[in-house]
């Protein structure tokens, strides 16, 4: 089954390396959220709406 | 919500008036499109209510009502949640007014012209994209100037830093442009008439990478960015976590690209597309979930208000429906799934379940907090908005809960085979007339939405009643602290957000890898192509025929793919190939049946049965639920146009010879003349009195082309 899949597919090179850098990228976007470095700015960050007018709600 | 104020007021207002417009229209479209879809649905359950007006036939109705709950229903009501919401997070005015009102008013003649025409039977017969040409150029230029004004507004604002709301408007802007540009690149032959530069498997990859992605990009990120924004606003809290957000963000939008093929599984896609749809389409459950768990989070410590407050009960419960959609999305995908529910009304429930619980119930929470405030007033009645979930909740669940009961009843009755090897249901209107009493059931579902949303109508107009008789333009505010974006040590995707530019093309890249990769190798066909199959192009006669069969709809029941499965082919011969509709412009696959598949219906019947059964389906079967179209037998072929159209058609590589291309014409009345021939010659054999003008009317051209279907390379 896998080969009928990839039998008309001839880039298998190219599968490799996106997934290659698909999971760099992805890694990359982990340590950028989970980075503590980062923690109070996302604070802040996830306050904006909250801040963005300026009526008064009871 | 007590340090909820900003900093200093500006010498500037917020244009909530481009809000007000936007929001009106979300409530007048969202009515047409319910009352269009309850039609749709009543026409299913019971056919007269087609009325035996073309206008009104399901194939141009069932588009409009598409057209209308995505494009003028819930478009609306994007482009009223980010005009506000934008201006407010980037705190300051949108770009430019003028470009404001022009957005506004384009996109409300667009809708019009979709109004009229749709049912005129002008359409290009692909999924979502069925407006023609002048339509399409006019959407692209609208969207352009909501581009523009939108970008402006970016690169104006007072906020450093975008926050995630914004993202997901910037990746919609950007994918919905990339997606309606290359899925209408299409040539003219008339001025309402084009055939797409795409035929066959070609257009149906592009065809669903933009149709899955109209899912994507127009009813799912914008609504995301929304909910980003509008669940905070409503429970006073910030969003569960911004982490998450950010891989949400980024996650979604690269995989959701690919998930296109899963709507063509076992069909004649090859397979490594089919099994690459799937396994991006079972990648998306984790961005999803994610988002969804996101939302619902954002609620923590304050459940009380999903009790008290209507309008969290609709975000929530909207949220929920997500999350719902999502999971049945990628199970759906499963090739296995697929072969069960693919052209039945499972995916029907499933579409609606997140157009209706996702779509519909997240823009009623945000009109129903953003109208008091835009107003400067207090809703009417909270009382009136909390009825109103009940009764809509009731009715997307008697929806759905019908719609799947009827998918699953009738895609079991098409696999069932006795141990004879026989289909136990060979009688495909069995399994029709089977799940009509469920068709009735989900026009109550409507009607109940309906019914839901008419109470809405009412509550805002009262609302908008007590509103004060003078306007107030809220002024922008400040940034809280215009340091932030500046203190040292901004990370890479701090600056990354910072940079409009920057963050825009890498979300372009985050699309575009999926895109090129999944089409570019089909577009070098000839890998696939078995040249000894090849099959003969149209004849005049026949492509005339065609382009009636795809002015009426014909799609929106019936397919033309008979995918490898046994019991497909059981029931309606050969498994389809590539080469078979290798020069179809546009590929007419089709996405349901709730009439049987044609791709091989030529020869079955003669012609006289095509006469009778388009007449009146049901005079040969008795159960049918399809529309009468006793006025093919009036309308005259459109000769005329051929030659220019079988020149279009060569031109764009379908094998004519240049003597067919100059006679298409003559070639198509001599056909014409034959086949009236021996169509007379039949209903004198029946002794029934034969139509006027037969040679030169339009059943002739439809029949000429359904006796060809499945013929073509016959040895």
């Known amino acids: 089954m896998k080969q009928e899949a990839l039998s008309a597919f001839q880039y298998g090179d190219l599968s490799s390396f996106a997934m290659i850098l698909f999971m760099l990228t992805f890694i990359g976007f982990i340590y950028f959220a989970y980075n503590k470095h980062n923690k109070k700015f996302f604070d802040q960050m996830a306050r904006m709406p909250l801040n963005s007018d300026n009526e008064v709600e009871s | ?715």
Request: net charge neutral; aromatic share 14%.
């Open chain 2, 1 to 715: 919500m007590s340090e909820a104020t900003g900093g200093p007021l500006l010498n500037e207002t917020y244009d909530d008036k481009i809000v007000k417009a936007f929001t009106l229209a979300t409530l007048v479209f969202g009515l047409v499109a319910f009352i269009v879809g309850l039609l749709a649905a009543l026409q299913l359950a019971y056919w007269p209510f087609n009325f035996n007006l073309e206008w009104l036939t399901f194939g141009r109705i069932r588009p409009l009502h598409t057209n209308a709950a995505i494009f003028a229903f819930a478009g609306n009501a994007i482009f009223a949640g980010i005009y506000h919401s934008s201006q407010r997070l980037l705190k300051t005015r949108m770009f430019n007014d003028t470009l404001s009102w022009a957005h506004f008013w384009g996109w409300q003649a667009i809708i019009l012209a979709a109004a009229i025409s749709l049912p005129l039977g002008f359409s290009q017969s692909k999924e979502y994209a069925e407006l023609e040409w002048p339509i399409d150029i006019a959407i692209t230029v609208v969207w352009v100037i909501f581009a523009v004004n939108f970008f402006g507004t970016l690169i104006r604002r007072r906020e450093k830093h975008m926050y995630v709301a914004i993202w997901f408007y910037i990746a919609t802007i950007i994918t919905v442009a990339v997606l309606h540009i290359f899925n209408s690149l299409e040539v003219p032959v008339g001025m309402m008439q084009s055939y797409p530069v795409w035929a066959g498997i070609q257009d149906a990859l592009v065809q669903w990478w933009y149709g899955h992605n109209a899912v994507a990009f127009f009813l799912t990120t914008p609504f995301l960015g929304l909910m980003y924004y509008y669940v905070p606003k409503a429970s006073g809290r910030p969003i569960y976590s911004y982490r998450l957000s950010i891989i949400h963000f980024w996650a979604l939008v690269f995989i959701y690209i690919w998930a296109g093929p899963h709507h063509l599984l076992n069909t004649a896609l090859p397979d490594w597309a089919q099994t690459l749809g799937m396994v991006f389409s079972l990648m998306l459950w984790a961005p999803s979930w994610g988002g969804m768990i996101n939302g619902l989070l954002t609620l923590r410590g304050a459940w009380h208000l999903l009790r008290t407050d209507p309008i969290v009960k609709f975000l929530i419960t909207a949220v929920t429906f997500y999350g719902m959609s999502t999971f049945e999305g990628p199970l759906l995908s499963i090739k296995s799934v697929s072969s069960l529910a693919h052209y039945t009304d499972w995916i029907i429930g499933h579409v609606h379940g997140g157009a209706l619980g996702w779509n519909g119930f997240l823009t009623f929470g945000m009109l129903y907090f953003l109208i008091p405030k835009l107003w400067n007033t207090k809703l009417y009645s909270m009382k009136l908005a909390t009825t109103h979930f009940w009764i809509g909740l009731t009715g997307i669940l008697l929806y759905y809960i019908s719609m799947m009961a009827s998918g699953l009843t009738q895609g079991l009755m098409w696999q069932a085979i006795n141990d004879k090897g026989q289909l136990i249901y060979p009688d495909f209107v069995q399994t029709v007339t089977e799940i009509v009493p469920l068709y009735w059931v989900r026009a109550a579902g409507g009607l109940l939405f309906i019914a839901g949303f008419l109470i809405m109508l009412y509550n805002v107009y009262m609302t908008i009643q007590s509103a004060p008789a003078e306007e107030k333009a809220e002024a922008v505010t400040a940034p809280v602290h215009p340091k932030d974006g500046r203190h040292t040590g901004d990370g890479g995707h701090r600056k990354l957000e910072g940079m409009v530019i920057t963050f825009s093309i890498l979300s372009f890249l985050a699309i575009a890898v999926g895109s090129v990769i999944e089409i570019y190798p089909t577009l070098s066909l000839h890998k696939y192509i078995d040249k000894n199959a090849m099959v003969e192009p149209w004849t005049p006669l026949e492509q005339a025929g065609r382009d009636i069969y795809v002015k009426e709809g014909c799609y929106v029941c019936h397919s033309q793919m008979i995918r490898k499965l046994p019991f497909d082919v059981i029931r309606f011969g050969e498994a389809s190939t590539i080469e078979e509709s290798i020069y179809n412009r546009p590929f007419q696959w089709g996405s349901k049946r709730t009439g049987p598949d044609l791709a091989r219906v030529g020869g079955k019947y003669p012609h006289l049965w095509h006469l009778r059964h388009m007449n009146n389906p049901r005079d040969l079967v008795e159960a049918s639920l399809m529309p009468r179209y006793p006025w093919l037998e009036k309308k005259k072929i459109d000769f005329y146009s051929l030659r220019r159209k079988f020149s279009v058609m060569q031109s764009l590589g379908v094998p004519y010879g240049d003597e067919t291309v100059a006679n298409a014409d003559k070639i198509a009345e001599e056909e014409a003349i034959t086949l009236a021939a021996e169509l007379t010659k039949e209903i004198q054999a029946a002794g029934g009195s034969v139509p006027e003008n037969l040679e030169r009317t339009q059943i002739t051209a439809l029949i000429a082309y359904l006796q060809a279907l499945g013929q073509k390379g016959k040895k």
